[in-house]
């Protein structure tokens, strides 16, 4: 959220900003999980050794040939990915708040955070439950950056659905199986989508 507001300030190189958070977002997600595959690597990679070095993990090695390190991994990519796609839909709900409630907030002497919780976060509930269901749909649906970073490996602690359906169509030729887990997956992305819309959008809509 506060990436969000310093790319909303008006400050000389604004642009610029903008345009160096958007390039994780702009990168291909093969590349990006390659990128992050050589930077994971038990022998030189940079973020593995960093990680060891400080005690997050036990060797160098366990990024990826850890379940708990390789999910972890996984994560830290797709944050990294997606962060400034959210940052966008976050940004276009912050230009459109009024300004003059700030300057109102800023005679009553309403502080930082009180002009934040009070001001800046009820208005961004709109944008917040936007990116809040993109964000989780796209997470549930990931399916290019496990297969390119760990095949959904080690054993099975990393495969999500798309990747399971996939091994299933493709590399067992099991189709029909395999379009049952599809029809599954579509069905709980249609059921995140009403119970997001329905139920955390309810309030907003009242409010209107």
Do not use: H
């Not at 604004?14 to 345009?19: F, K, Q, S, V």
């Not at 050589?38 to 160098?60: A, P, R, T």
């Not at 990294?80 to 907030?105: F, H």
């Amino acid at each position: 959220m506060y990436e969000e507001l310093i790319m909303d300030k008006a400050i000389k190189g604004i642009g610029a900003i903008r345009t160096t958070v958007l390039i994780p977002w702009a990168i291909p997600t093969a590349v990006s999980a390659m990128i992050w595959s050589y930077m994971y690597d038990g022998s030189y990679g940079v973020i593995s050794k960093i990680f060891s070095s400080i005690g997050l993990i036990s060797k160098q090695s366990a990024m990826l040939l850890t379940s708990s390190g390789a999910m972890t991994s996984i994560v830290i990519s797709d944050v990294w990915k997606t962060t400034p796609y959210m940052a966008l839909l976050l940004l276009a709900g912050l230009q459109v708040i009024d300004r003059g409630l700030y300057e109102s907030s800023a005679i009553d002497g309403a502080g930082p955070f009180t002009t934040f919780f009070k001001i800046t976060l009820p208005l961004m509930k709109p944008s917040l439950l936007v990116a809040l269901l993109f964000r989780t749909l796209d997470a549930f649906r990931v399916y290019d950056l496990i297969a390119i970073l760990t095949g959904g490996g080690p054993g099975n602690g990393t495969e999500s659905l798309s990747v399971y359906a996939y091994k299933l169509m493709f590399g067992q030729s099991n189709y029909g199986y395999g379009s049952v887990v599809v029809m599954g997956m579509a069905v709980c992305v249609a059921i995140i989508a009403v119970l997001y819309v329905k139920v955390l959008g309810a309030e907003v809509i009242s409010n209107d």
